[in-house]
């Protein structure tokens, strides 16, 4: 059993060791503070893409459905849905007469590929038609201005809410509420703005515009169109009861023969998990892969400038046992010091990670204006700091164990003689 005197000795030695050497323990901490920076920035990239899809999920709505023709997240196979009947306009209020349970049920009618014009500019994006309720969810919340009424929906009257995008492209100077614009070649008056919903997983939403179903009728007519049926539970609690209400209402709406595969999808934010999923696992696998590499290359420095030092100090092992030392002290102390190095390095490096991530996060927001990167820390989280630093104790542990070990093992005697 050691004794607390023995191991602040071997701190102490360890210690002076490293200060009578110190540029060559900077210099072979180099693989240490690369593998320890890419640990913490692997950390912080799959927390911040964790941050990110929260967000995402948080303001498209965690209780809501869609159903619709189509899988959105690519599931199953395209020819068997590319066959299925089109969701009809009947059906959509069909389903929104009899379900009970749901907070919300809205139908959606969608031109993919529709044009909006201000003067000389012209974008396309998918304009959504829809009804006033669709404006109390997540997905219609308004950062300016405000969302068509009921009155507006029942007369088809010609007002429009911009999507983040189209309005940043359309008004860069964000003035665009109280103008006029074109859809399809009829005027639309502007009236709102929703707040900035997709972020890098789903910016493609922020690319569409909302009017009332009778408007949208009148421009672009319902024939031959698949419409949606957004779906507000109310509570995410209530997503299974609601979903199951809905598949079955939906089912004997379409004339589903009892035993037979849903002639349509059912879409929510989860079914983009994988899709999330596969990315972090990309992102932990090329990390741990530099990082394995860097801490290799870094264990194998540490190692053999641990040899060098124990050679160097064959005498100083011989007197230390030749006076009392146990083998357990000396190994202790080459351990402390291999352990020193990592966590030295370890030190080093987390500042450096932190203005990598600090300044990687300046540049995506402020020249490359990504707003999503917004939703990601500036900061190293705490738990990546212990990580960091418990990485690198290990490491040096590793690292030290066979020099140590054959220090440990020296017979005093040849130590003594040694030149």
Known sequence: MLRPSEIAESFRIA?????????????????????????????????????????????????????????????????????????????????????????????????????????????MCSVQGTTQSYGNTP????????????????????VVVLGHGVN????PDNDGV?????????????????EKRGFIFMDF??????????????????????????????NEKLLDIVRDEARGYLREIRNVPPGKDDDFSINEMQAFDAQVTTIRIVIWMVGIGLTVLAFIVGSIGIMNIMFVSVTERTKEIGIRKAIGARRSSVLLQFLIESSMICLLGALIALPIAQILVGSARWVAIGPLKQEWVSAVSPFIQVDLLFIAIAVSVVVGLLAGFLPALRASRLDPVECLRFE
Do not use: C
Request: without cysteine; aromatic residues 10%; positive net charge.
């Open 168 to 171: 940043r492209t359309l008004f």
């Open 15 to 123: 210690t002076s060791a490293l200060r009578v050497n110190l540029m060559r323990s900077i210099l072979t901490m180099g693989g240490v503070v690369v593998g320890i920076v890419l640990v913490v920035v692997m950390g912080w990239t799959i927390k911040g893409l964790d941050a990110v899809w929260e967000r995402t999920i948080g303001i498209i709505g965690r209780d809501m459905l869609y159903m619709d023709k189509w899988n959105w997240a690519g599931g199953g196979n395209w020819r068997d849905a590319e066959a299925r009947k089109d969701i009809t306009e009947r059906q959509a209020w069909l389903l929104a007469e009899r379900m009970e349970s749901a907070e919300y049920v809205m139908p959606l009618a969608r031109s993919w590929n529709g044009s909006v014009t201000l003067g000389n500019k012209q974008i």
């Open 205 to 234: 939403i922020d690319n569409q515009v909302f009017i009332s179903l009778n408007a949208f009728k009148s421009t672009f007519g319902f024939f031959g169109r698949s419409f949606s049926i957004a779906i507000k539970a109310g």
């Open 139 to 158: 997905a219609g919340t308004t950062e300016q201005g405000r969302w068509f009424t009921g009155s507006e929906a029942l007369q088809g009257s010609h």
């Open 178 to 194: 109280g103008k006029t614009i074109k859809i399809g070649g009829i005027p639309y008056t502007v009236i709102g703005v929703v």
